[in-house]
T-cell receptor, first 115, second 116 residues
Framework: AQTVTQSQPEMSVQEAETVTLSCTYD???????LFWYKQPPSRQMILVIR??????QNATENRFSVNFQKAAKSFSLKISDSQLGDAAMYFC????????????FGGGTRLMVKP | GAGVSQSPSNKVTEKGKDVELRCDPI?????LYWYRQSLGQGLEFLIY????????KSGLPSDRFSAERTGGSVSTLTIQRTQQEDSAVYLC??????????????FGAGTRLSVL
């Protein structure tokens, strides 16, 4: 079975600074996707960034980027120039590349942004 | 609608009562998922629909939980004889399915269920 682990229950960052959230996963599959979702107090999970396992290049979306280390099964999220609106729960998630498979989530990291 | 819609937003019920939670997916999305988010268990998969059929019910925690999807669109999750441990946020997600979906699931804002 696949597992996803987020070892940092809470993180704090100063506004405009950079923060990195950690995620490790365990799978025997070679073809999969990894995601970071953001969940603000409104509860709606918002997709932040997606990485295909077969791509070596790290995904980037504006201020958000990942460091994907497939051999180490590590998938960290870097948020640059942190903004107050970035404060939320962040979930790392894994899905096997087959239509219909469920997402497996990590336990989440609560990110606080200090003004 | 533009996104996944769930109703009610919040539901308070008494132990032993039945509840129905509704999910209206993004138009055209063939795949629909239910997840449960609770303090002790994190985010757990409950059930997956492809069209109207449910090939994967492996996450339903007990036979008190059931779900259906009609017309390949709206889905309802029913919890019978609710227990206090059923208190959680129930999240629904939909996906276009197939290779075009790129495995991305789009979530609703969830229903917060409180069982007194």
């Amino acid at each position: 079975a696949q597992t996803v682990t987020q070892s940092q229950p809470e993180m704090s960052v100063q506004e405009a600074e950079t923060v990195t959230l950690s995620c490790t996963y365990d799978t025997s599959e070679s073809d999969y996707y990894l995601f970071w979702y953001k969940q603000p107090p409104s509860r709606q999970m918002i997709l932040v960034i997606r990485q295909e396992a077969y791509k070596q290049q790290n995904a980037t979306e504006n201020r958000f980027s990942v460091n994907f280390q497939k051999a180490a099964k590590s998938f960290s999220l870097k948020i640059s120039d942190s903004q107050l609106g970035d404060a939320a729960m962040y979930f790392c998630a894994y899905i096997r590349n087959n239509a219909g498979n469920m997402l497996t989530f990590g336990g989440g990291t609560r990110l606080m942004v200090k003004p | 609608g533009a996104g996944v819609s769930q109703s009610p937003s919040n539901k308070v019920t008494e132990k032993g009562k039945d509840v129905e939670l509704r999910c209206d997916p993004i138009s055209g999305h063939t795949a629909l998922y239910w997840y449960r988010q609770s303090l002790g268990q994190g985010l757990e998969f409950l059930i997956y629909f492809q069209g109207n059929s449910a090939p994967d019910k492996s996450g339903l925690p007990s036979d008190r939980f059931s779900a259906e999807r009609t017309g390949g669109s709206v889905s309802t999750l029913t919890i019978q004889r609710t227990q206090q441990e059923d208190s959680a946020v129930y999240l629904c997600a939909s996906s276009p399915g197939g290779t075009q979906g790129k495995n991305i699931q789009y979530f609703g804002a969830g229903t917060r269920l409180s069982v007194l």
